[in-house]
């Protein structure tokens, strides 16, 4: 049976928060339900087409990590199995199966928490042009893809739907989200990347950057969102990488190489996407969750 592809949830006894790029958002008193959807954003657009899988690999690579690292930070995830959801959930179970999350409320940190492990993207950008990323000075002579001595912290400011992100120094986070919060953050961020890396590299991934989400609950700082997914980090094959030179990614790199292609003008409507280029962005997302968690959900 082919795989039903979800661009949109509709489940309307259910109180609907809000849509992200990627994921729609429900209010079901206690918790929220976070249905991660297959959708599909490209230097910001929303395309008109889903990735097959996409939205079950999110849910079950988050779901891996966040297990993973709750060691060093409580995480927003209370479960992922449809049939412990609030029973108004049930009419709604098909689709909600493999790609929900039931979660924790918390209030979100305004700030995404980047960090990163190589110079690549907007980073290696920044630092062509000035030495330094986020305000931060680095070393003269690095080359694309190069990995940096430590792990540095580059946080980013929030966007909405269609807008960039955009990197801000730490002082300026700070001035935005407090010294305290910012600093705990940044602990956290580098603590969970640190460890990541070395169990992705025992699996064959090298983990370039990610971006993770911070909520507060009364004092308390919890992860929240999604984790070390393909969405929200760079997963590079390790026995491909080569610095010097942009690397293969197990993520959306080929729509993104096929919209260069065409000279895509980065604004919306979105053109329509071959379906082989389709087929290989899902078969990636597959191949990164299998390598990872050892999973097959096909």
Known sequence: MKEKVILQT???????????????IYDLGEYFLIVSTDRLSAFDVIMGQGIPFKGKVLTKISEFWFNYSKGIIKNHLITTDVNKFPSICMEYADDLEGRSMLVQKADVVQIESVVRGYITGS????????GEVCGIKLPSGMIESEKFPEPIFTPATKAEIGLHDENISEEIAKQIAGIETIEFMKRKTIDIYKNAVEFALSKGIIIADTKMEFGKIGNEIILVDELLTPDSSRFWPLEKYEKGKSQESFDKQFVRDYLISIKFNKQPPPPLLPEDIIQKTSEKYLEALEKLTGESIV
């Open 123 to 130: 980073g290696w950008v920044d630092y062509q042009k000035t």
């Open 10 to 24: 509709n489940f309307p006894k259910l109180n609907f928060v809000k849509s992200g790029k990627v994921r729609d």
